[in-house]
């Protein structure tokens, strides 16, 4: 146990007792600071509060339930690391929290060591900075990596850190396509990415073209290679 680990605080959002009592058992006994409420208005509050490290979100919850407590927080903030614990599997519920804003989803019951690592890659990732030159630049849109923000013609974009992440690992390896396990292990820090669901990225990519291409469609920028990945494309004009 590091000082580094000892300082994060999780916060987890789950009406179950016994699977919250399990989780906030294995959060201490790994280092975190951990706080646990059990309905979606507390869960709001108390990730608005500037104190997390990292939230783990239910879906199913009294009150405010986990997708709209996703988008609520994502109003305001857009970098403090979500990962959806979904009940059901169901790919709904998994494309609607990633929808909504989170990072990832793990899927109930989980492996503990999976959980586990899952944490600390999102951890390790939300502390490195934002880096390269900033700037994409590409037909009408103009994106600032750090500020999170962009111009598509004349409308304005707004983009989570994750979103921001893709977006740049995608721009600075422009001169090829990327495959989605390199997206996971890059952008997500998964280290045995083969064991991840690739659909986690597809659903954020799915989310990007939204904000970046004309015609989502027909996708200019963000290029889909089947079997293979993606590849952010810029054509000389
Ligand atoms: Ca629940």
């Excluded at 059990?38 to 939230?55: F, M, P, T």
């Excluded at 952008?187 to 659903?203: F, H, L, Q």
Aim: charged content about 30%; glycine content about 8%.
């Amino acid at each position: 146990m590091t000082n580094e680990t000892k300082s994060i605080s999780v916060l987890i959002v789950e009406d179950e007792l016994a699977i919250a009592e399990g989780l906030v058992d294995l959060c201490e006994m790994n280092g975190y600071n951990v706080k646990h409420v059990a309905d979606g208005e507390s869960g709001l509050a108390e990730a608005l509060s500037g104190k997390y490290g990292l939230v783990l979100l239910d879906l199913m919850l009294p009150g405010l339930d986990g997708f709209t407590v996703c988008d609520k927080i994502r109003e305001q903030d857009k970098c403090l690391p979500i990962i959806i614990l979904s009940a059901k599997n169901s790919d709904d519920d998994i494309i609607n929290g990633l929808k909504y804003g989170a990072d990832d989803y793990v899927a109930k019951p989980f492996s503990v060591p999976m959980l586990l690592a899952r944490i600390s890659a999102v951890l390790r990732r939300s502390r490195q900075p934002i880096e390269g030159d900033g700037k994409l630049v590409a037909g009408n849109l103009r994106v600032n990596f750090r500020e999170y923000a962009g111009m598509r013609g004349s409308e304005e974009l707004q983009f989570t850190r994750k979103e921001i992440e893709i977006l740049e690992y995608l721009w600075k390896n422009r001169d090829r396509v990327v495959s989605r396990a390199e997206l996971l292990r890059e952008v997500w820090d998964y280290e045995n990415a083969e064991s991840v669901d690739t659909r986690t990225v597809d659903i954020h990519i799915t989310k990007l073209r939204k904000k970046i291409e004309d015609d989502t469609s027909h996708p200019q920028l963000l290029v889909t290679f089947r079997g293979e990945g993606y590849q952010f494309r810029v054509t000389s004009e």
